[in-house]
């Protein structure tokens, strides 16, 4: 899903720069917030970061025959709300763009909302949706993290398409050129950054119910 | 639990391992390429005038070098996880009365009033 440095026209680059930046400083906000009002889960939010950190760097292969990488930025949406991935994930997308020429300073605005802001958004709403509907807690994050990461990838493919129209069939032909490189590679990695956002629940249920608590996170469930 | 998560891992391991086992799909340049340089191949066999108007400040100066950095990227975020799970999970047995921990300190006790009554 990364863009890579310079692939987005400045005025492109500008506006979702733009876009990204009142999420940025409620994120920023909701740090605050969280480590000020529940000191306790600090650390379970610099995990939350972390598990994104392990997950957006893994490359991993696709039954397409390309290779891509989860997110990583469901499990933080869930737990803490989706504001603050917006700045976890903009540290991740910074390390990689200074560091691993992976995305870029000027495509970064964009990067950041396809990863940090549309995913964790969908993971939330999937995953209270999913709750609200009686889903067992299993399924709801599994749901949330799967289409968060798939959502990163459409978001991503639709920002290519509205730079780059296809001369002939305009942005709905380019949309589903680009979908079809990164939204069907994206489908088994979406089944696994689930399953492992479960995996990831599933321990902390058993050994972190007390920040879980400290977040009211599935109140009462308890193995 | 245990049980669950093991067949979690497995079934992520099987999702990820069966793309290399299974044929690839006919004409590709290259097996495995990542989705983001295809996206960009796109981008410039769509529009071969679009010039990138920036370059990275900083380019990792050969694969190796690329993948030390991922590498790194992968085990600080491991890592801290890993950090924080042993953390709870200690925290949360010290609190059971019958777990081995409390039974080798209770013994560590008994050991040390042994050697004071020996004084």
Same mark, same amino acid.
């Given at each position: ?19 990204? *930046? ?25 995990? #939350? ?38 700045? *976890?994930?903009?540290?991740? *997308? ?42 067992? *807690? ?18 991503? #493919? ?57 977040? #009211? ?7 | ?5 093991l067949w979690l891992v497995a079934a992520v391991l099987v999702v990820a391992v069966l793309p290399l086992i299974l044929p690839l799909p006919r004409g590709l340049a290259?097996?495995f390429a990542g989705a983001d340089a295809q996206a960009q191949a796109a981008i410039t066999a769509a529009q071969p005038d679009y010039q990138p108007w920036f370059r990275p400040l900083w380019e990792p100066p050969s694969g190796e070098i690329e993948s030390l950095l ?50």
């Amino acid at each position: 899903m990364h863009i890579m440095e310079g692939f987005l026209p400045p005025i492109h680059a500008a506006a979702w720069g733009l876009a990204s *930046l009142p999420f940025l400083v409620m994120g920023a906000r909701s740090v605050a917030r969280v480590t000020r009002e529940h000191p306790r889960a600090k650390l379970l939010l610099a995990s #939350a970061g972390a598990f994104a950190f392990v997950l957006s760097a893994l490359k991993i292969p696709s039954v397409t025959g390309s290779s891509s990488h989860p997110t990583g930025t469901g499990l933080g949406a869930i737990l803490f709300g989706p504001s603050v991935m917006a700045v *976890l994930g903009a540290i991740v *997308l910074l390390f990689q763009a200074l560091l691993l020429a992976h995305g870029g300073l000027t495509t970064l605005g964009a990067n950041i909302f396809s990863m940090a802001i549309a995913g964790p958004w969908v993971a939330y709403g999937v995953y209270r949706l999913a709750r609200a509907l009686g889903a067992p *807690l299993s399924l709801g994050v599994f749901l949330a993290a799967a289409l968060a990461d798939l959502a990163t990838y459409l978001v991503t #493919a639709a920002q290519l398409a509205l730079a780059f129209p296809d001369p002939v069939s305009g942005f709905l032909g380019a949309l589903t050129k680009f979908g079809s490189i990164f939204a069907l590679t994206q489908v088994p990695l979406a089944v696994i950054e689930g399953l492992l956002t479960v995996l990831v629940v599933n321990l902390l249920i058993q050994y972190s119910r007390d920040d879980l608590d400290e977040l #009211a996170f599935a109140p009462g469930v308890v193995r | 639990m245990r049980r669950i998560n093991l067949w979690l891992v497995a079934a992520v391991l099987v999702v990820a391992v069966l793309p290399l086992i299974l044929p690839l799909p006919r004409g590709l340049a290259e097996p495995f390429a990542g989705a983001d340089a295809q996206a960009q191949a796109a981008i410039t066999a769509a529009q071969p005038d679009y010039q990138p108007w920036f370059r990275p400040l900083w380019e990792p100066p050969s694969g190796e070098i690329e993948s030390l950095l991922f590498a790194l990227q992968a085990a600080l975020g491991a890592g801290l996880l890993g950090y924080y799970l042993g953390l709870r999970r200690g925290e949360s047995q010290r609190g059971k009365p019958d777990s081995d921990r409390a039974r080798h300190s209770d013994r560590a006790r008994h050991d040390a009033q042994a050697v004071d009554a020996r004084d």
